[in-house]
């Protein structure tokens, strides 16, 4: 893995998107299991109020970005850092008019938990970090997205971005709480095995041996998210697959469990801040550009 990467680049969101407002490129890296790594070009609102079930570690390149967050609005210059919580709401919108780039690491929460060895989450309440304390470690992951991830390196990409989250959490280093982990890992191996499916409570409660009151509050404590909106952003990552492959909208809703296109729309831009539509034109549109040196 290369290090030291400053935050800065070459590259620029104006020559990406010609200052069209509205305009959007977004291209994906290389990723594992759980980690997903992007780069972003934007001008003008450039998301919709909305929130994902991972932490999102990014780093501004270029321009102003702006978002809400917790009540408040937030500023991230270039080569400062944004840390986004499971499940927190936000939106995404240039500063300027030239526009903004960022790139950005999506985390499982599960894979955070490993690393930190079954305790609680950590929460980051100040989103905005500057580049002196984020340090080589995370940065270098960003550096040079195209390069894929093996095991190992996937490893070293999740206890890195833990130990970042651990670093300023609000409670200071997460301590460990009354979590049966076994327990809610069950629910959500359960969901993983079909997740275009429906289960009912009885069903968390007997493959976990717990209430559905206790499912409900440790599977968020452990990963971030209910158990039915874990299920929920499963079936988007089913649907982004088969959208990236060129399949329409309206097939893709029924393939991936949802009830009709209307309804896939409704739950993707809660999630990512865009249609589907919208999203597949932005990932078609990076696809066509040259890729950076």
């Not at 210059?77 to 240039?94: N, Q, R, S, T």
């Not at 060129?246 to 999630?271: C, I, N, Y």
Request: proline letters at 7%; aromatic letters at 8%; glycine letters at 12%.
């Amino acid at each position: 893995m290369r290090t030291g990467w400053d935050g800065r680049s070459g590259w620029s969101p104006d020559r990406s998107l010609s200052g069209a407002p509205g305009a959007r490129r977004l291209r994906f890296g290389g990723g594992a299991a759980g980690i997903e790594r992007m780069e972003a070009a934007l001008t003008g609102a450039a998301f919709a109020p909305h929130r994902h079930d991972t932490y999102a570690v990014g780093v501004t390149l270029a321009g102003v970005q702006t978002f809400r967050y917790r009540g408040a609005l937030r500023h991230c210059l270039p080569g400062e850092w944004h840390v986004l919580h499971p499940d927190e709401l936000h939106d995404g919108a240039a500063g300027t008019e030239g526009g903004f780039g960022y790139r950005i690491i999506y985390l499982d929460p599960a894979l955070v938990q490993d690393a930190l060895g079954g305790r609680p989450l950590p929460f980051v309440a100040d989103p905005v970090i500057g580049p002196a304390r984020v340090g080589p470690a995370v940065a270098g992951w960003l550096a040079h997205i195209d390069e894929p991830l093996d095991e190992a390196e996937a490893a070293e990409v999740t206890a890195a971005v833990a130990d970042l989250l651990a670093r300023h959490s609000a409670d200071g280093p997460a301590r460990r709480a009354a979590l049966d982990l076994e327990a809610v890992r069950r629910v959500r191996e359960l969901l993983l095995d079909d997740v275009t499916g429906r289960h009912p409570v009885a069903e968390f409660e007997r493959v976990s041996g717990l209430d559905r009151w206790a499912v409900a509050r440790q599977f968020r404590a452990a990963f971030g998210t209910s158990p039915t909106r874990f299920r929920t952003m499963r079936r988007l990552d089913l649907a982004r697959r088969q959208l990236r492959a060129g399949r329409p909208p309206g097939e893709v809703a029924v393939a991936v469990g949802f009830a009709d296109q209307s309804h896939l729309t409704r739950m993707f831009k809660r999630a990512y801040g865009l249609t589907p539509a919208a999203w597949a034109a932005a990932v078609r549109g990076a696809a066509a550009l040259p890729r950076p040196d």
